[in-house]
């Protein structure tokens, strides 16, 4: 069951510029910073709120490290902007299976290890009115 929105992510091509924005016009601070070599990306979670769940809401803000990366070809195809939109769930095996039964695509077969050492997977936005969907289940607090 999905319990939260857990983040939107924002690609940039100034991490730094682009956290100094947010945090000079909202107040937002970074919670945790990391480079995804995987996903070919630096990001940056800045924490809104806490949520009922015991869980938090974030902006993840993501700079490419590489031309290859899925976020910089978003980048040069669309610029600057929302790039994808997650949920939180207990169960990532669980919900994207639930999801899959009903007709749309999980881009992975098995889930991959996101921010924070989370566990992640994406659907297809074809499926999903153009919305790029990302299931995550956090990470325990000793897991990170």
């Known amino acids: 069951m999905l319990t939260r929105i857990d983040h939107i992510g924002i690609a940039c091509f100034d991490l730094d510029r682009t956290v ?3 945090r000079a016009t909202y107040g937002f601070e970074v919670f945790h910073t990391e480079v995804n070599e995987e996903q070919g990306v ?3 979670m800045l ?3 806490e949520t009922s769940d015991g869980g938090a809401s974030y902006l993840q803000l993501l700079e490419p490290i590489r031309e290859d990366s899925t976020v910089a070809k ?3 195809k669309n610029g600057e902007g929302v790039h994808h939109i997650a949920f939180g769930t207990a169960d990532v095996d669980g919900d994207s299976e639930a999801i899959r039964d009903k007709g ?3 881009l992975y077969e098995q889930p991959r290890i996101g921010s924070m050492g989370s566990r992640i997977t994406f659907l297809h936005p074809k499926d999903c009115g153009g919305v790029l969907t990302e299931l995550v289940t956090s990470a325990q607090p000793t897991e990170h």
């Open 20 to 22: 100094e924005f947010y």
């Open 47 to 49: 924490k809104i709120n």
């Open 42 to 44: 630096r990001e940056a």
């Open 74 to 76: 978003w980048l040069a």
């Open 104 to 106: 749309v695509r999980v």
